[in-house]
């Protein structure tokens, strides 16, 4: 089973500001890498697969990058409604998905 | 738009199954070629992939669950169902009924979910 470890686990960081996380592969996933979005009360949403493509309706703001067993999401200017928990999840192990532990991005 | 709701009971009894079933709106689950399955997240376990399914009954699960778990869709009713037997307190979780997508291929996200059932098992 392939490990998926992110970091950090919490990540203060004030509106306006650019926001980095991380996710490791324990194996390489080539670009078969999604990230998402969770709110208090709600599913996973979408924002991120193949590594790098934005999921439909996702602002420009929000990027993603890196191929084999590293890779970062981005957010370049964090609006208020950007914090929340953040998952990676890879999908080249099938039929095994794994998930990160999630980064929770909280306001500085 | 594509819609999923999840149904089912909210507390169910240790060594007994647990049947939810996921309604799906927007699409049809026989004709959309899309893989449908299950996830569940526990403050224990994170978010675990459970199973899915395709139209022409194919189905594949997650190995540390196997023995317990069935995916199946009623094209009927375009409906997702999931059995897991033999509960314990380790099941205790939100579980959400969820596409993969945007590709019509197992190798890819999860692109829709529903709102997610809490499912607690306690005597």
């Known amino acids: 089973e392939i490990v998926m470890t992110q970091s950090p686990a919490t990540l203060p960081v004030s509106p306006g500001e650019r926001a980095t996380l991380s996710c490791r592969a324990s194996q390489s996933v080539y670009n078969n890498m999604a990230w998402y979005q969770q709110k208090p009360g709600q599913p996973p949403s979408l924002l991120i697969y193949?590594?790098?493509t934005r999921a439909t309706g996702i602002p420009a703001r929000f990027s993603g990058s890196g191929s084999g067993t590293e890779f970062t999401l981005t957010i370049s200017s964090l609006q208020s409604e950007d914090f929340a928990v953040y998952f990676c999840q890879q999908y080249n192990d099938w039929p095994m998905y794994t998930f990160g532990q999630g980064t929770k991005l909280q306001i500085k | 738009q594509l819609q999923l709701q999840e149904s089912g009971p909210g507390l169910v009894k240790p060594s007994e199954t647990l049947s939810l079933t996921c309604t799906v709106s927007g699409v049809s689950i026989s004709t959309s070629r899309y893989y449908w399955g299950w996830l569940r997240q526990s403050p224990g376990m994170g978010l675990e992939w459970i199973g899915n399914t395709y139209y022409s009954g194919y189905t594949f699960y997650n190995p540390s669950l196997k023995t317990r778990v069935t995916v199946s869709l009623d094209t009927s009713k375009n409906q997702v169902s999931l059995k897991v037997t033999s509960l314990t307190a380790a099941d205790t979780a939100v579980y959400y009924c969820a596409r993969l997508g945007p590709k019509t291929t197992v190798t890819t996200s999860f692109d829709f979910w529903g709102q997610g059932i809490l499912v607690t098992v306690s005597s």
């Open positions: 193949g590594a790098s």
